[in-house]
C-alpha cells in the first residue's frame, strides 16, 4: 500500500515544518494567533464549500451509503458519550474531555480525498465527497454542542444556539450542498477566487497544528493521548465497516468507508479546540499521534476491509 504511506507523509513533513516554524527565533510569535482566527474563519470553511458545492454524487448508492455514514457517526457518539463518566473518574478535565471527543469522532476527509484518488479515481472520490457531505454537517453540530457544553467557555442554550448558528465550518457545508443542488454551477470566476482561498486551508491548517505541538506530549503519549487514538484508528473503522456490511455494501463503497473511518482525525477541530475552550494542547499532540499510527493502521484496515469486500482497489 505505498500509495497510502505517499498521500500521508506530506502532511507529516508539514505539521513538523509548522514545530520548526514555531521555533525559529526570527518569526514573530504575534502572527499565530491571527493565522488561527483566519484559518478558521475563511480558509477552512471556503475549502468545506468548493469540495460540497462541486462534487459529483451520480451513479453512487446513496441510501445505504448515508444511512451506514450516519449511524457509524451515531454509535460512535455514543459510545464517546458513556465514556464521560469514566474520563472524569480518572481525572481528565473536562475541556480535555472534549478533545478527547473530538479526536475520536472528526476524521481527515482530506487525507481520504488523497488516498481515494490514488487508490481509486474519480470514483472514489465521488464516494469520499459523499461521505463529506452526510456526516461533516452532524460531526461539527456534536462537536460544537459538545464544546459548549463541556468547554471552559460560557454555557447555556443561548449560547449553544448562537455558536452553532454563527459556526463558519458548518455554514460552509450547508453553502456547499445548496450550492451543489442548483440546476447551474458558481460563475468560474468566483469559483476560482473560492479555489485559490481554499487551497491554502490545509496547509496552512497542518503548520498550525505543528506550531501548537507540546512534543514531550507526543513523544511520550499518556492515556489522554492513547485512548483517542485508539478509538479513531481502531474502533471507529470497526463500527463503520461492521455496518456496511450488516447492510450489504461490499466492493468499492465497503472500502472507501472504511478509509473514511480509519483516516487520524481532522485539522481544523484543533482550531475549534482553540476557539471554544477546548484543550488545544491535548488535541495537537492527539493529532501528532494519529497521524503517525495511521502509517500502519490505514494499510491494516484497508487490507482487512478488502478481505471482507471480496476485492480491493484498482488504481486510479
Known amino acids: 500500500m505505498i500509495p497510502?504511506?505517499?498521500?500521508i507523509l506530506p502532511i507529516f513533513i508539514l505539521v513538523l515544518l509548522g514545530v520548526a516554524l514555531r521555533r525559529l527565533p526570527f518569526i514573530d510569535q504575534s502572527i499565530w494567533p491571527g493565522l488561527e482566527t483566519l484559518g478558521y474563519y475563511l480558509l477552512f470553511p471556503a475549502l468545506l464549500f468548493l469540495t460540497l458545492a462541486t462534487a459529483d454524487f451520480s451513479g453512487?448508492?446513496?441510501?445505504t451509503v448515508a444511512?451506514?455514514?450516519l449511524l457509524a457517526v451515531a454509535v460512535m457518539t455514543v459510545l464517546l458519550i458513556a465514556l464521560h463518566p469514566l474520563a472524569r473518574a480518572r481525572g481528565m478535565a473536562d475541556a480535555s474531555y472534549t478533545t478527547l471527543f473530538?479526536?475520536?469522532s472528526r476524521w481527515n476527509a482530506f487525507i481520504a480525498l488523497a488516498i481515494a484518488e490514488k487508490l481509486s479515481g474519480p470514483s472514489g472520490l465521488a464516494l469520499v465527497a459523499l461521505v463529506m457531505a452526510l456526516i461533516i454537517i452532524p460531526l461539527n453540530f456534536i462537536n460544537v454542542i459538545m464544546l459548549v457544553w463541556y468547554g471552559t467557555g460560557a454555557r447555556s442554550m443561548?449560547?449553544?444556539v448562537k455558536r452553532i448558528a454563527g459556526n463558519p465550518l458548518i455554514l460552509g457545508c450547508v453553502a456547499g450542498i445548496a450550492v451543489n443542488a442548483l440546476p447551474f454551477g458558481i460563475y468560474p470566476p468566483v469559483e476560482q477566487a473560492v479555489d485559490l482561498i481554499a487551497r491554502s486551508s490545509l496547509g496552512l491548517g497542518l503548520l498550525m497544528v505543528g506550531a501548537g505541538l507540546k512534543l514531550n506530549d507526543a513523544l511520550r503519549p499518556g492515556p489522554a493521548v492513547?485512548?483517542?487514538t485508539a478509538l479513531k484508528l481502531i474502533v471507529f473503522p470497526v463500527i463503520m465497516t461492521g455496518l456496511a456490511l450488516s447492510f450489504g455494501l461490499s466492493g468499492e463503497p465497503l472500502l472507501i468507508l472504511a478509509l473514511c473511518a480509519s483516516v487520524p482525525t481532522a485539522m481544523n477541530g484543533y482550531l475549534l479546540a482553540r476557539q471554544m475552550g477546548g484543550d488545544a494542547p491535548l488535541y495537537a499532540a492527539v493529532t501528532t499521534v494519529q497521524t503517525v499510527a495511521s502509517f500502519l493502521s490505514i494499510p491494516v484496515v484497508m487490507w482487512a476491509a478488502g478481505l471482507v469486500a471480496g476485492g480491493q482497489l484498482t488504481g486510479g
Open 60 to 63: 453512487i448508492e446513496l441510501g
Open 4 to 7: 497510502i504511506f505517499e498521500s
Open 158 to 160: 443561548a449560547t449553544l
Open 102 to 104: 473530538q479526536t475520536s
Open 67 to 69: 444511512l451506514v455514514s
Open 226 to 228: 492513547l485512548a483517542p
